[in-house]
């Protein structure tokens, strides 16, 4: 009945015989989504691209997506695909890789259909598990969770084509997204239409469906919509709509007259932290819309904390790479993806802005913000610092480069840092790296990329020849960067001080990691606090339990908000692996401690270093 159901559904979208004006080369993609018939976690959907005049034709299901910078073969969670001809019977498909489709006898081709895989349910047991703000859920009459490009490919030499996606649904879920949307006619109530101009729009634009829970406000002139699933209803829209609201509004103030967007989506997926619940925490960008996932159970400071971070970070792509971008980035190859230099623009200072408007618009203070920045440079140490950063950047996605990308978010927003640094002092606090960007959006847009190998000199002629020192130094060079120079500038210095800590983090830091292969969780090897050293931990230990728990990726987060908790006086258990040996450790909790390099304000910093860091950090 469910098949029959899906049939007729088809049927009435798509019609079922050839026309003479339905090539595909001037039709648009019509495509049609079941969230209503589904079966273990899997959803059906059915694409009709038109009439074809070749006798083969590819689809293709992205291999990678922009913003991931990472090879994820989305096609594998695509199943029984077929080819049905206008008589609905199968045409020959073959296999060509994981993420393309040859068809044969393509002139007959009326539609495919196939079957799609939640991401979610896999990320346990995946060896490269998909970042879950770009993966999907499928979870019948609860959540679906939908980054578009998991759902819908793409057949040859169509991308440019537009699409037309009909999505039904119960009656009580209801659809977010950014995706232009036609109005539904109280005949089907239950079907939403969407429409995209080209394949990337379809991408670009991610659908979440639930229960309605929304709050919408008004920044400037941007219309913002935050939409929040809470499995155990933890939270909701309206419980932190108030603190989005201040902190995105302090983000336009911060950003002033750049406009690339009328509306923004917010889709907030809460974990469990159950078996199927999605491990990797953060969020992915998109032009109108940014996807993040955090766990429920994070206390609301710390989850309007972590807010606040991760999606300023993905609104600020707005700027870059969402506007100044490359032609890597404007013709992207979902397929064979083609890499650009300037990862340290895209991520590196967009994750600097992200930490600047705080302090800029006061929801920080000077503190607050020089400890990010130390935490940054300690967090840094732990990657290659003699690797060029664009030859790192234009071949993130092989090795042994791809296993250095997370430090675009460490020495990248540095790179940032230092530059704004340089730019504030040559024009006398009168400009800086955000005033760098707007004038390079000016030069550049949404529609009109640069060349990859010209950006350099164009920075140069807007900027100063101190510029053009660092960037072959330090961004195309591999010295590193002597971060004191830059703080002597704006009268800082870094002192040595003893901080209390928590067992298994300091500030945002990390002492564990998981190894992404055997997901064993292990000690980093970086200075331990005095906790883990007086219980005998020593870095690269794999921790296997913690006080009788297993410590796994399902619970890792529950372990870790625990030890929150724990007293001096705590007794702490560890079961751990060292050189394939199973040992127990065992010990009271005591306090914490680390020495940890700290930026503060020099003593006797002299007037013009003060007016230079007040420009810098209030500028």
């Given amino acids: 009945m469910k098949k029959i159901i899906l049939y007729l559904a088809v049927i009435a979208i798509f019609g079922c015989t050839p026309k003479v004006n339905d ?46 910078y990472s090879n994820d073969n989305y096609g594998k969670f695509i199943e ?67 980054n578009m490009h998991m759902f819908v490919g793409y057949f040859d030499d169509l991308e440019e084509r537009p699409y037309e996606i009909q999505i039904i649904h119960n009656q009580d879920m209801k659809g977010s997204t950014s995706l232009a949307k036609v109005a539904s006619t109280s005949d089907n109530p239950n079907t939403d239409t969407y429409i995209a101009n080209r394949y990337f729009e379809v991408t670009d634009n991610p659908i979440m469906y639930s229960r309605a829970d929304s709050e919408t406000f008004s920044v400037n002139d941007i219309t913002v919509t935050l939409s929040v699933y809470s499995p155990n209803k ?81 609104f600020f792509h707005i700027v870059t790479p969402l506007t100044v971008h490359s032609e890597e980035i404007q013709f992207f190859d979902y397929n064979h993806p083609k890499m650009s230099e300037h990862l340290w623009m895209y991520e590196g200072v967009t994750e600097y802005f992200a930490n600047l408007f705080q302090i800029n618009q006061g929801l920080i203070n000077n503190q607050d913000f020089y400890d990010r920045i130390a935490q940054k440079i300690e967090r840094a140490k732990s990657y290659n610092d003699s690797i060029s950063f664009t030859q790192m950047s234009k071949n993130v996605l092989v090795e042994p480069y791809k296993d250095q990308y997370a430090n675009v978010y460490e ?74 120079t830059f703080f002597n500038k704006v009268g800082l210095e870094t002192t040595i001080d003893v901080m209390t800590t928590n067992f298994f983090l300091h500030g945002q830091m990390p002492f564990i990691d998981v190894n992404p292969q055997t997901k064993a969780i292990f000690v980093r090897k970086t200075t331990l606090n005095s906790s883990m050293l007086d219980i005998g931990l020593q870095g690269g230990d794999i921790i296997k339990s913690v ?26 258990n560890l079961t751990i692996e060292r050189d394939g040996k199973e040992l127990q450790l065992k010990g009271k909790l005591g306090t914490p401690k680390i020495d940890s390099e700290k930026i503060v304000e020099k003593q006797d910093a002299t007037e013009a270093q003060k007016t230079l860091r007040h420009s810098w950090l209030k500028g």
């Fill in 234 to 314: 933890v939270y909701s829209a309206s419980s932190i709509s108030t603190e989005m609201e201040k902190m995105m509004k302090a983000q336009k103030t911060f950003l002033g007259p750049i406009n690339s967007t009328k509306s923004y989506h917010i889709l907030l997926f809460l974990g469990s932290m159950q078996p199927g619940s999605p491990t990797g925490f953060g969020a992915l960008e998109h032009h109108t819309s940014t996807t993040v996932v955090l766990p429920e159970t994070m206390p609301k400071a710390a989850l309007v904390e972590t807010m606040t971070d991760v999606v300023s970070h993905e």
């Fill in 547 to 572: 006080n009788g728990t297993a410590f796994t990726l399902e619970s890792i987060q529950n372990v870790i908000m625990q030890s929150m908790t724990w007293q001096p006086d705590t007794e702490i």
């Fill in 411 to 484: 020495k990248g927003a540095l790179i940032g840092m230092c530059m704004d640094i340089i730019i504030r002092e040559q024009s006398q606090g009168e400009k800086g790296i955000l005033w760098l960007l707007k004038e390079l959006s000016k030069e550049y847009g949404m529609n009109k990329p640069f060349k990859d190998d010209e950006l350099f000199d164009k920075i140069v002629t807007l900027t100063y020849p101190e510029i053009r020192s660092f960037i072959d130094d330090h961004i195309k060079g591999n010295q590193p960067i002597e971060y004191e």
């Fill in 80 to 146: 029984d695909l077929q080819a049905l001809d206008y008589n609905d019977n199968p045409l020959k498909v073959s296999v060509v890789d994981e993420n393309t489709w040859k068809i044969e006898n393509a002139t007959q081709l009326d539609r495919i259909t196939y079957s799609v895989n939640d991401s979610f349910d896999t990320e346990t047991e995946a060896k490269d598990p998909v970042f879950s703000p770009a993966g999907s859920n499928i979870e019948a009459d609860e959540n679906y969770f939908m």
């Fill in 23 to 68: 090539l595909a080369s001037a039709s648009t993609v019509k495509v049609g989504i079941d969230l209503i018939n589904v079966t273990d976690d899997k959803v059906v959907v059915d694409v009709d691209p038109g009439r074809f005049t070749t006798e083969t034709v590819n689809f293709y299901i992205p291999k990678t997506v922009p913003g991931t």
